[in-house]
């Protein structure tokens, strides 16, 4: 079983403990019945999102358990090594455990593998016995990778087990084992998320999904919803990259968790604020311009020097005549003053 996301929490009294025999994997499978349970409800349907680095998930209901319980036969002459191929490439879990437990207590190659690989497919047996309901898979570019949180009929999986067996099975494949070509009656998913998973253990775990929009015969209120649809999943995906840490770039336009704020409040990412620091200070020569290229820029910069020069002598000119029409109204003021007081003084001698 998991341990508790909030352990301090819970430790200290803030937050209940998890029930007896709760584990991430009930809470993702919890989730998935979730999400298909309202978009049923509301008469729509869900699609994957097919984001890069997001993992996949197989939701099973209980039509698939009951028709695993019927049909879960294994034929005893298929090799127990081509059948474990067989099985991890089909994601069958079940059949892998049972085969893998089989071969580990025949004797053969792998002598040290086969105790703890015994142990794990019993374990894994005792839990999806009745069927497994949910099963999560890393994804990549070449197909799924190991499984993980997986929830079957009667518990959940440790994910350490999962890792054993399909290592258990690579190793056989790099020994030589063929895949088996008998048909497996293999549990089949009520509904595949496809990359739309992402499972943190300690921390959080959330699905991202497509709501398909609702069929009507107007195809102006069609168009209108697929817009509105396309906005909202906008919104979405930049909300969602915005609440992990995530922030776009000015400079690349690429999302990032790693930068900061400049003075202006723009944000750039470390990557290119480093390259802007080694631009600064940069030890490299700059080229030298040869003689045919200066000449070529300084004809080109003539016209714009000539206008610079010319507004400087203006704004000169225009600085000289205002000081020499001030200088002239003060001595026109000063020369009316003293005749006016020669004339007063020339009026009281008269008297």
Not at 207 to 214: D, H, M, S, Y
Not at 292 to 314: D, H, K, M, N
Request: hydrophobic share 40%.
């Amino acid at each position: 079983m998991r341990h508790s996301p909030v352990e301090d929490e819970v430790s200290s009294g803030l937050l209940p403990r998890q029930p007896a025999g709760w584990s991430h994997s009930h809470a993702l499978h919890a989730l998935a019945h979730g999400l298909l349970s309202a978009a049923s409800a509301l008469g729509r349907g869900l699609e994957s999102a097919c984001l890069p680095g997001l993992n996949d998930y197989d939701f099973f209901g209980n039509k698939s358990v009951l028709a695993s319980q019927m049909n879960a036969c294994i034929s005893d002459a298929e090799k127990n090594t081509g059948l474990a191929i067989r099985a991890l490439d089909e994601g069958d879990i079940p059949t892998l455990a049972e085969a893998l437990m089989a071969w580990a207590h025949e004797p053969g190659e792998l002598p040290w593998l086969r105790p703890g690989v015994g142990l794990a497919a019993e374990r894994v047996l005792r839990a999806c016995r009745g069927g497994q309901l949910g099963c999560a898979w890393r994804s990549g570019d070449e197909g799924r990778g190991s499984p993980h949180c997986l929830l079957g009929a009667q518990g959940a999986v440790q994910d350490n087990d999962l890792t054993t067996l399909r290592k258990a099975a690579v190793a056989l494949r790099q020994q030589g084992g063929v895949a088996s070509k008998h048909g497996l009656a293999a549990q089949r998913p009520t509904f595949t998320f496809r990359r739309s998973v992402a499972v943190y253990p300690e921390e959080m775990m959330f699905f991202v999904v497509r709501c398909e929009r609702q069929v009507t015969n107007s195809t102006r209120c069609g168009s209108a919803c697929v817009i509105r649809q396309e906005q909202c999943l906008a919104m979405a995906k930049a909300t969602l990259l915005w609440f992990f840490g995530y922030r776009k770039c000015e400079s690349c336009e690429e999302y990032s968790t790693s930068g900061w704020f400049d003075a202006d409040d723009v944000w750039y990412c470390e990557e290119c604020q480093m390259n802007c620091v080694l631009d600064l200070f940069s030890d490299e020569p700059v080229p030298a311009e040869s003689w045919l290229r200066c000449g070529i820029r300084r004809v080109r910069e003539l016209p714009a020097l000539a206008t610079s020069q010319l507004l400087v002598c203006t704004c000169e000119l225009v600085k000289v005549s205002g000081h020499a029409g001030l200088f002239g109204g003060r001595l026109m003021l000063a020369g009316t003053g003293m005749a006016l007081g020669s004339l007063w003084s020339h009026l009281q001698g008269l008297s």
